[in-house]
């Protein structure tokens, strides 16, 4: 099994900036593909970021686009996601997600953009 651990998340003032850090149990090259999801209150669950193993084919949902980047670190099977200029509405519990055969979860971290 793959377990995630993201961190990185709290409280930020709109405009302001964040990175997400998700450490996977296993060797990331050896994972088709790495994302962040979030979900808001009250909102269903919403595909933000991806990336490949190879990281050359990224995925961006069109609201974060020119502001979030998705990364990766192979030496230290880390995911990342910088979050520049935040709004409000990127108020939500973010989730790294690892895809295989199938897909795993991680816990989950709190990002909350607020004046």
């Known amino acids: 099994q793959v377990h995630l651990v993201e961190s990185g998340g709290g409280l930020v003032q709109p405009g302001g900036s964040l990175r997400l850090s998700c450490t996977s149990s296993i060797s990331i090259f050896s994972i088709n593909a790495m994302a962040w999801y979030r979900q808001a209150p009250g909102e269903e669950r919403e595909l933000v970021a991806g990336?490949?193993?190879?990281?050359?084919?990224?995925y961006y949902v069109d609201s974060v686009k020119g502001r979030f980047t998705i990364s990766r670190d192979n030496t230290k099977n880390t995911v990342y996601l910088q979050m520049n200029n935040l709004k409000p509405e990127d108020t939500a519990v973010y989730y790294c997600s690892a895809q295989t055969y199938v897909q795993y979860w991680g816990q989950g971290t709190q990002v909350t953009v607020s004046s």
């Open positions: 990336i490949t193993s190879g990281g050359r084919t990224n």
